[in-house]
């Protein structure tokens, strides 16, 4: 690989990750993967409760090292003055600052986007909180699950006869990340033409609710409110799960007229693609429940291995519903390197996720699992970027700063 095939996207941008948590410092890790030198600060007494959150192994946190690979950690006291002035000369070599503070916390330490921008006007301040910068709302507290909630999504989440349910992960956060990080990579590229930065405003209930595709029209246009439907999609069918021969549940997506006419090739029942109550999208919708049991009659017939490779066969969306175990024995994931392995200064081996999307040319990488310590960085950084001698990084030490 050649040396210019070496470099990764992002390298050259500089991030300073404030906030805690998931939504501002998963948007660090993204820009990481890319190659973003991305230095996470934390208060000197008080560390990101992220560190210790999830299963835990010897004392470590098993979620930490996914959200903060890649990443320098540094201590700086942002709530003294002392603290705020070595923050704004941060800021004069840095590109972008993400935080995921309370609107106004900022501004309180004398550290908004106008006061950033004299300093350096090229700065991007990415901002992620529960209701943005701006509205009634943008003093309360949010976070991802209360997102989920005002975004429109656990209205739809779970069975009609049971109270609104969660999805497993924290999925609220990691879409208020995504799209702040799409804002960022925007910016960034816009400033190539205005040579200034600006501010990227993403509220957690507003990315939540940007991908619940036609619930609003629906309803002003159809009168129609989409309602929890437990396994199945609305108006589209067959799209559910399905019990096998040996008790497993799988999927299968064949709402298409061409896959659910592949279907009934699999099924060797022809005769269910002629049938008018089925032919049709809507035919299919109208008649869900029913046809759903037509299917399930047949894979309960299969052990679930016959049945996806009779569906893989005849090119049916089709698949067994995953757990860790069965992911970690998946050959697509292993080809598409997606469970890597990073070394860990204490737990050794450490898997891990791979790195999203995949780039042709200038992929992405985890070069390390991030510090185990809270300010491991603190003389790479204060010493290399802002000049500090020992003594002085010292004397910052014994009076809380960093």
């Not at 989920?148 to 656990?154: N, T, V």
């Not at 185990?372 to 950084?381: L, P, R």
């Not at 204060?382 to 960093?402: A, C, P, Q």
């Amino acid at each position: 690989m050649s040396e210019m095939n070496e470099r990764l996207p992002l390298q050259g941008i500089r991030v300073l990750e404030l906030g805690t948590l998931l939504a501002g410092p998963f948007s660090g890790r993204l820009l990481g993967d890319f190659g973003a030198e991305v230095i996470k600060i934390e208060p000197p007494d008080k560390a990101d409760p992220m560190r210790q959150w999830g299963k835990q192994k010897d004392g470590h946190g098993l979620w930490w090292p996914i959200q903060s690979r890649n990443k320098k950690s540094v201590t700086l006291n942002l709530r003294v003055k002392e603290g705020q002035e070595i923050f704004k000369e941060l800021v004069k070599e840095a590109d972008v600052v993400i935080e995921n503070f309370r609107p106004g916390t900022m501004e309180k330490w004398g550290l908004s986007y106008e006061e950033l921008s004299e300093i350096n006007p090229g700065i991007i301040m990415v901002r992620t909180s529960g209701f943005g910068q701006t509205g009634p709302y943008k003093s309360r507290a949010g976070f991802g699950s209360v997102g989920e909630a005002m975004g429109g999504l656990r209205y739809v989440t779970g069975f009609p006869d049971r109270a609104p349910a969660r999805i497993g992960i924290s999925i609220g956060d990691t879409l208020a990340a995504l799209f702040a990080t799409i804002g960022c990579l925007t910016a960034l590229n816009e400033r190539h033409t205005s040579g200034r930065g600006q501010v990227v405003d993403t509220a957690l209930y507003e990315s939540v609710f940007s991908v619940m595709e036609s619930i609003i029209p629906d309803y002003l246009l159809a009168d129609y409110v989409r309602e929890r439907m437990g396994n199945i999609l609305p108006g589209v069918a067959p799209s559910n799960i399905y019990k096998t021969q040996d008790e497993t549940y799988i999927v299968i997506g064949a709402n298409a007229d061409g896959v659910y006419k592949r279907l009934c090739q699999a099924m060797q029942q022809p005769e269910l693609f002629e049938n008018p109550k089925y032919s049709t999208h809507h035919g299919r919708s109208d008649n869900m429940a029913e046809l759903d049991q037509i299917i399930e009659t047949w894979t309960k017939t299969l052990p679930a291995k016959v049945c996806l490779e009779i569906l893989e066969a005849n090119g049916v969306p089709s698949g067994l519903i995953y757990s860790a175990k069965e992911i970690l024995e998946d050959p697509q994931y292993k080809e598409r390197e997606m469970i890597i392995h990073v070394e860990h200064e204490e737990l050794g081996d450490f898997p891990m996720p791979g790195v999203v999307p995949k780039l042709s040319r200038t992929p992405g990488k985890v070069k390390h699992v991030g510090a185990t310590t809270m300010g491991q960085h603190n003389s790479e950084v204060y010493s290399n970027l802002l000049g500090f001698d020992t003594s002085k990084i010292e004397e910052l030490t014994r009076n809380n700063i960093i």
